[in-house]
């Protein structure tokens, strides 16, 4: 099964100290997809960001070289929809306002849970 991975999403082991390819691969995802929307963010953030969170996003940027990127512009959160939508893939994110679209999109939601594991939205309701 494929997963997009948000931004936040490669944040999440430094973060949480969670691994998230390890959690993934639990939930039965095993190709892992990042939009270079996602890496270009990661890479702004690696550069205005201080501290543990700048940290966070240098590891997110290297932990990105695991999984296969895809090349399209715009906006990170509207080419995850379009991606999932058109792959059929899962997305894991821990952001709100993409978790609120992604939901009314039907699209499976992977995320932090309990701060030490990875579960699928659904499992809440």
Known sequence: MKVIIDTNGLMIPVQFNVDIFEELKRLGYNRFIVPLAVIKELESLGKKLRGKDRTAAKIALSLSQRCEVIEACG???????????????????????????????????????????????????
């Open 75 to 125: 906006h990170a959160d509207d080419i995850i929809i379009g991606l999932a939508r058109e792959l059929g893939a899962a997305v894991l994110t821990n952001d709100i306002g993409l978790k609120k679209r992604l939901e009314s999109e039907h699209i499976p939601i992977i995320c932090l849970r309990q701060k030490n594991r990875l579960g699928n939205i659904k499992d809440d309701i």
